[in-house]
């Protein structure tokens, strides 16, 4: 068994994702590396990836933020930028996490927009969601649709 | 400022949002980060030790497999801890440490069985969708009080 000694302790780690037409990920980056103090940036094709102390990497983001607040997204992440056990120059494909990331940029342009409609409309007169918990008895329409499909 | 349990626990969206209206979202990654981060021996790629399939026997009986066990060891302590959750109910994304539907079977479990404040949801399919589901979440955040 091997040693393991841990690099880059006490630091967090973010990824910046961009969902916008207005600005890219290299935009982000020159603006990360103008207001950075210490922090390492990572450029890549969905965003940045930030590490440092927690405080300065909440600062930058803060400050990214505001570029396109409804369009920009972030999360943490456990491994430092360019790990060799995650970074896919490793391992000879994208990283387990990619596709994950992947799967939910289809649904952001909706939440995109949803985040740009609560800035304007009242959030009271807004319906609630479907409740996944509640027993949903079958419509007349989707019957039918059924009773035609098996027709057909 | 409410500690949050997002499900899927990897989730991009729910991270975002949840951090967005000034709480904190109890991710995979916060807990990778601890194994990630503290020294001993080396067991790639995610410091999960043989250790961490024994501490997973406070949420899951000896029996239960052991992937079941060490992936309890990371999202066990975050269940314990969390004072709310927002959960999507189909989401279909299981990658790497979402990656096993009986461990997610039993985090479901574990939250509904928890008094604690939670959201049911499903991903938006459309733009109206999306506002909904943006509204319920801020609604339901915005409740949970103590903002910073």
Known sequence: MTEYNPVLVG???????VESFDITPADLGVRAYEIAKGAMIKETC???????????????????????PDHIFVKDRGFPPGDPRRCRANRGGA???YHGMESEMTVIPYVSH?????RTRDITTIPPPKNPLEHRELDIATLKKLIEAQES | MAKVFIYPATSLILSDLVSRYGHTPLSAAVAVRE?????????????????EPKKGLKWAAVEVPAGIRGRMALYG??????EAAVIINDADLSFGCM???RTNELIKFLLRQKDIPKLDLYYPKNEEEG??????????????????
Request: glycine share 12%.
């Open chain 2, 35 to 51: 194994r990630i981060q503290t020294a001993g021996l080396e067991s790639p790629p995610l410091q999960i030790t043989p250790e």
């Open chain 1, 46 to 68: 969905f965003g940045l990836v930030i590490n440092g102390r927690e405080e300065e990497v909440d600062r930058i983001i803060g400050e990214l933020r505001k570029i396109d």
């Open chain 2, 77 to 82: 302590p975050m269940i314990d801890t969390c």
């Open chain 1, 11 to 17: 630091t967090v780690t973010k990824y910046v994702v």
């Open chain 2, 131 to 148: 506002v909904q589901f943006v509204a319920a979440i801020k609604r339901f955040l915005d409740g949970l009080g103590g903002k910073k």
């Open chain 1, 95 to 97: 990283r387990p996490g």
């Open chain 1, 114 to 118: 949803g985040l740009e409609a609560v």
């Open chain 2, 99 to 101: 990656g096993c539907a």
